[in-house]
């Protein structure tokens, strides 16, 4: 076990002064290692979702909460939710998914005040905020308040009422978790709100999904359905693809340097000469490897 | 001495090709085929970088060309399996 350990980790005349982790077959060896893991990974996913697959966990209630508590720190009035901007955004989140694009426009040029419109929202001013990919609410809240263009419209002071909906399916070939949110001031809604915001005022955030189906028996049935099913999204795999496969990548991208960090290192003391590539400079390209890849994050904004 | 300035040469060439492609891929963060692109862009580089580097210092091997051509196989498998996850 230690030779294997020492022939494996370190230079040594067993390994021709090479650390055998570091010779082109062990090399080959590891790029289809990953490609397998990637293969399987996608066929267990496929198969089994509730095993391997993506853990979400976003909720109209948190959203709605979150979205407020940063227009309450700036001093700015609640936003009161909106059954028709919702039946709106999941007018939207479906269009999105039926045509398959991930825009503010569909591809036959549908703005989304045409959905606000369809909907039945007469709008005096109107916006729109998407995201997707996202894990949890506090991602998508903090996320849209870190991009300029997003967080103009949640802390609009114009704005009155939002709408939310939250939808999972296929997009582009892969499987996404749409959030859309749509914000909209309507003097013919404010005169609802009056009446209605004896109910709204002291909602806590556990209620606030009753509120949204409560606020849905305006419009008709066949859009209470649409909007109620897409008030959260909640995966809870017994693995986590972007968990486990960072975890994976990290752990291997750690144990390449240490083991070139090693194998260079005693190299050097040795004053060993051989025929191989320069270690600093697979370290170097390794580490610039690592920073790329921490940047890679899975939630989108638009 | 003269291969000794060549290497510290190439080397902040080097330096200079990772934080240009890191920063690169971290303005198309918001784009994921671009970010594959731009992956193996980095890894091209690295293997032309490697190539040139050891032709300069006169130690160019047939070994030292399938090294480098494995680290950059290695590093877009990594960049596919993290964008792609």
Redesign the interface.
């Known amino acids: 076990m230690r030779r294997f350990f020492h022939h494996f980790f370190f230079p040594h005349q067993s390994n021709n002064h090479r650390a055998k982790a570091l010779h082109p077959d062990a090399m080959l060896v590891y790029i289809l290692a990953l490609a397998l893991f990637n293969l399987s990974f996608r066929y267990v996913h496929q198969a089994c979702p509730s095993v391997l697959g993506y853990a979400t966990d976003i909720r109209v209630s948190e959203l709605l909460n979150l979205t407020n508590k940063e227009r309450a720190s700036l001093g700015l009035s609640q936003l009161h939710l909106n059954g028709k901007l919702s039946e709106a955004a999941a007018k939207k989140a479906r269009d999105m998914f039926t045509q398959g694009y991930w825009s503010h426009t569909s591809p036959k040029g549908a703005t989304p005040w045409e959905f606000i419109v369809s909907s039945g929202y007469e709008y005096s001013m109107a916006g729109e905020n998407l995201a997707k990919n996202f894990s949890n609410s506090s991602g998508v809240v903090s996320a849209w308040m870190a991009s300029k263009t997003h967080k103009d419209n949640i802390i609009k002071p114009g704005y009155h009422d939002v709408g939310f909906a939250i939808i999972n399916g296929i997009l582009d070939g892969e499987e996404t978790t749409l959030v859309v949110q749509m914000f909209g001031t309507s003097e013919k809604e404010d005169l609802v709100a009056q009446k209605t915001e004896t109910v709204s005022l002291g909602m806590s955030t556990d209620t606030a999904g009753n509120f949204l189906a409560e606020s849905l028996t305006q419009p008709t049935d066949a859009s209470k359905n649409l909007v109620s099913s897409l008030t959260s999204v909640i995966n809870t795999p017994k693995i986590n693809i972007p968990t486990i496969t960072r975890d994976i990548v990290f752990i291997f991208l750690g144990l390449l340097i240490g083991i070139l960090i090693i194998d260079g290192f005693v190299v050097f003391k040795k004053r060993i000469v051989r025929v191989a590539g320069h270690n600093l400079a697979h370290i170097m390209f390794f580490t610039a490897l690592c920073v790329a890849l921490m940047l890679v994050k899975r939630g989108m904004l638009l | 001495m003269k291969k000794q300035w060549i290497s510290i040469a190439n080397?902040v060439v080097?330096?200079v090709i990772?934080?240009l492609?890191?920063f690169l891929?971290?303005q198309v963060?918001?784009r994921p085929s671009m970010?594959i692109l731009?992956?193996v862009l980095?890894s091209v580089s690295?293997v032309a970088?490697?190539i040139i580097?050891?032709m300069m210092t006169g130690?160019l091997?047939p070994?030292?060309v399938?090294?480098?051509l494995?680290?950059g196989?290695?590093?877009i498998?990594?960049?596919?399996?993290?964008?792609?996850?």
């Open positions: 080397f080097l330096a990772l934080v492609t890191v891929f971290w963060r918001d970010q731009v992956g980095l690295y970088w490697g580097h050891h130690n091997h070994k030292i399938v090294e480098y494995l680290v196989c290695i590093a498998t990594l960049i596919i399996t993290v964008v792609w996850m």
